[in-house]
């Protein structure tokens, strides 16, 4: 059963204080893994597919990097808004294209 | 581009009641999802449709849960009756497939009381 697990499930940083999350995953044949930004009150937002172990991908303080087993997102500098909830999904190729989603990390950056 | 409509945006029951939520993808978005997200957790699939067609239903409650796709665009989830658990986030999502994975709408808050 494909499975997604994230950590910590909440984060406090003081703005400028790089850290990273983490997305453990458990899936048969990864098409595809996905995160996501979901601000309260609102839907999750797009922000990277990853395909294949090695592969990275950067967007303004944002760097997701992907293994065999794990993906972080490494938020770099951080700044007050970029508070959020941050969702990590699988999809894999046993299934019909769902993606499988874990429980989020909650990101708080203090000025 | 448009994004993918929902309505409402609240919706307060009490248990036993029934309530149906609308969806309007982006057009030309074969996929469409709807997904509950429970507070504090992640989203989880009730129904995928492709085009008109059910994909997977596998995790919707058909006791009380229903969904439908007309003309494969518009789209509405039933609940009837309603219960306490019921009470969450129902989003709906589109997609036209990899690598842009879905987009969301913003979603229904049902609270059931």
């Known amino acids: 059963e494909d499975q997604v697990t994230q950590s910590p499930e909440a984060l406090r940083l003081q703005e400028g204080e790089s850290s990273s999350l983490n997305c453990s995953y458990t899936?048969?044949?990864?098409?595809?893994l996905f995160w996501y930004r979901q601000d309260p009150g609102k839907g999750p937002e797009f922000l990277f597919t990853?395909?294949?172990a090695g592969e990275e991908k950067e967007k303004e303080r944002l760097k997701a990097t992907l293994t065999k087993k794990e993906s972080f997102l490494h938020i770099t500098a951080p700044k007050p808004e970029d508070s959020a909830t941050y969702l990590c999904?699988?999809?894999?190729?046993?299934?019909?294209?769902?993606?499988?989603f874990g429980q989020g990390t909650t990101l708080q950056v203090k000025p | 581009e448009a994004g993918v409509a929902q309505s409402p945006r609240y919706k307060i029951i009490e248990k036993r009641q029934s309530v149906a939520f609308w969806c309007n993808p982006i057009?030309?978005?074969?996929?469409l999802y709807w997904y509950q997200q429970i507070l504090g957790q992640g989203p989880k699939l009730l129904i995928q449709?492709?085009?008109?067609?059910?994909?997977?239903d596998s995790q919707l409650p058909k006791d009380r849960f229903s969904a439908e796709r007309l003309k494969g665009v518009d789209s509405t989830l039933k609940i009837q009756p309603a219960k306490l658990e019921d009470s969450a986030v129902y989003l709906c999502?589109?997609?036209?497939?990899?690598?842009?994975?879905?987009?969301f709408g913003s979603g229904t808050r049902l609270t059931v009381v």
């Open positions: 999502a589109s997609s036209s497939g990899l690598p842009y994975g879905y987009t």
């Open positions: 899936v048969s044949g990864l098409r595809g």
């Open positions: 990853l395909y294949s």
């Open positions: 999904a699988v999809q894999g190729s046993s299934n019909t294209g769902k993606l499988i």
């Open positions: 057009s030309g978005h074969a996929t």
């Open positions: 449709f492709q085009n008109n067609g059910v994909v997977d």
